[in-house]
């Protein structure tokens, strides 16, 4: 192999021994599956169990790829025939595998019509898709569609050309209930709560709005089953191109990383056939709400908590917090102390042994996961991996004073992007101006702050928004982490006694 070939189907044979490769014949392959939004995460998550499905002989469900927000890939795994190496990192540690389950790549950012060419075809059974929480145009405290969103409001007016994942979908199930009429399984893989059953409502209310029949048609034709899917991928770093082409010999511009531990737990409610997952080291269940809820409290509940805090700090990445024993100190007592006693029991999972393998691997040093990226659209994510378990322990009469300064984390974060704060960083948040203009209005005073705050009621349900121990001990944090020194407040809540036994 020459010095420095890009990545490609011909390439394949000429790799070294030391990089794994697709163990079947790619050439047979025919796409069962299109996913949207061919991502970080995909890639290194549901791409690589679909490339195990292959690997096992089932070779209809290679994946079609479909991107529909920028960058276009056409130009980069396109280009590739679909292929790209997965990385797995542990510390010093990595291991290189080229996946080959994507078949082919659709950039659909310019208009609808590419997308919906593939997600209306016969031959596809099953659509994933893999987008940020605010692109389920849906009200995170309640779950229901906002209908005020000028995406939603676009695609009420034309339905044709639709503008939003909803939209999209509804568009190309009403194609397919036109043309062939085929079943289909659409199958949100995001860290949404009841991400199933979210994703059906947005669409089933869509649908009712739109009429001619298709809502009949989606509740005989289409499921929507939850999942919880689980692998840590931060976004891909010119250092990792450049290993690649180092160490390899290859250039490859669709490298993904990501952490040796992977999940995926589906519930098992398929309108059609469906990829055997389950062979590959998949779950189906009949109920994923267990699942989800461990891994949002537990191990997105510290992702979460960390971020915040994390940046407040002074710190870059997620292992770095770990690194710091004031914020790993916090983050143990968080997790087991206030989120883990709100779950119910998992079938086969010991909760304190969870609880450390999490923040084990919160640990990995080779993961690069900046503070800032988990920190993007936190309004949306607050709402099941903090809200939620406080609401739970308010209703028990337990305390909340750790989840409580978590989530006055997220709003310090956010204040302090405002020009009263002098925009100390930039914070990529639906609700990033909302609180900013509150914190150039108000000023710094944190109860008038946590006042105007929460009553932002598409993020705080009313009742915990009125709960005066959740007021009080969210207003007492807020006015620390907004101080010159926010770690000293995080110092006194820990105890630095406690901290220096620990």
């Keep these: 192999m020459s010095a420095a070939e890009a990545l490609r189907p011909a390439l394949l044979a000429r790799l070294p021994d030391s990089v794994a490769r697709p163990a079947y014949d790619r050439a047979a392959v025919t796409p069962g599956i299109a996913h949207i939004g061919v991502g970080a995460f995909h890639r290194a998550h549901q791409a690589e169990f679909t490339d195990d499905v292959l690997a096992g002989g089932s070779t209809r469900w290679g994946i079609t790829g479909i991107n529909i927000r920028p960058p276009e890939l056409g130009e980069t795994l396109g280009r590739q025939g679909g292929l790209y190496t997965r990385l797995i990192r542990e510390d010093q540690s990595v ?3 080229v996946i080959g389950s994507i078949v082919s790549v659709v950039d659909s950012q310019d208009s609808a019509a590419p997308a919906l060419a593939v997600l209306s075809a016969s031959e596809i059974d099953v659509i994933t898709m893999t987008v940020t929480e605010k692109g389920y145009c849906h009200t995170p405290a309640t779950g229901a569609l906002d209908a005020s969103r000028p995406e939603i409001v676009h695609d009420l007016a034309h339905p044709e050309a639709p503008t939003s994942l909803p939209g999209l979908i509804l568009r190309a199930l009403e194609l397919r209930m ?6 289909v399984t659409v199958v949100s893989c995001d860290n949404i709560p009841a991400n199933g059953d979210i994703l059906g409502a947005v669409v089933r209310e869509l649908a009712a709005r739109r009429g001619g029949g298709i809502a009949g048609w989606i509740e005989a034709n289409v499921a929507f089953p939850g999942t919880m899917v689980d692998r840590i991928a931060p976004a891909t770093s ?3 191109y450049a290993f690649v ?6 250039r490859d511009r669709a490298v993904v ?5 992977r999940q995926w737990v589906i519930e098992n409610r398929f309108a059609g056939p469906f990829p055997p997952y389950d062979r590959v080291g998949a779950a189906f269940v009949d109920d994923v709400t267990a699942f989800e809820h461990l891994k949002m409290r537990i191990l997105n509940g510290a992702q979460t908590a960390l971020c915040y805090l994390g940046v407040l700090a002074g710190h870059e990445h997620t292992f770095d917090d770990m690194a710091d024993p004031l914020l790993a100190h916090f983050a143990r007592r968080m997790l ?3 989120s883990l006693p709100t779950l119910a029991p998992v079938p086969g999972i010991v909760p304190e042994v969870y609880v450390e393998q999490s923040l084990a691997r919160l ?5 690069r996961h900046r503070n800032h990226q988990i920190a993007t659209d936190g309004s949306q994510k607050i709402v099941q991996r903090l809200l939620n378990p406080i609401r739970d322990r308010l209703a028990a009469g337990a305390g909340i004073d750790l989840l409580a300064l978590a989530v006055a984390g997220w709003m310090a974060y956010l204040v302090r992007a405002s020009d009263r704060f002098g925009r100390a960083w930039s914070a990529d948040d639906p609700y990033a101006g909302r609180v900013a203009a509150i914190a150039d209005r108000i000023g710094s005073d944190p109860a008038r702050l946590v006042e105007g705050i929460v009553a932002i009621d598409a993020i705080f349900a009313p009742a915990l928004a009125a709960d005066a121990r959740f007021r009080t001990a969210v207003t007492g944090h807020l006015g620390g982490l907004l101080a010159d020194d926010p770690m000293q407040h995080v110092r006194r809540v820990m105890g630095q006694g406690e901290l220096e036994g620990a």
């Design 245 to 250: 082409e180092n160490q390899f010999g290859y």
């Design 257 to 261: 990383v990501g952490e040796p531990f």
């Design 336 to 338: 087991l102390e206030e």
């Design 95 to 97: 291991a290189a595998r």
């Design 238 to 240: 010119e250092a990792d």
């Design 363 to 367: 640990r990995n040093t080779a993961i």
């Design 178 to 183: 036109q043309s062939h009429g085929r079943p």
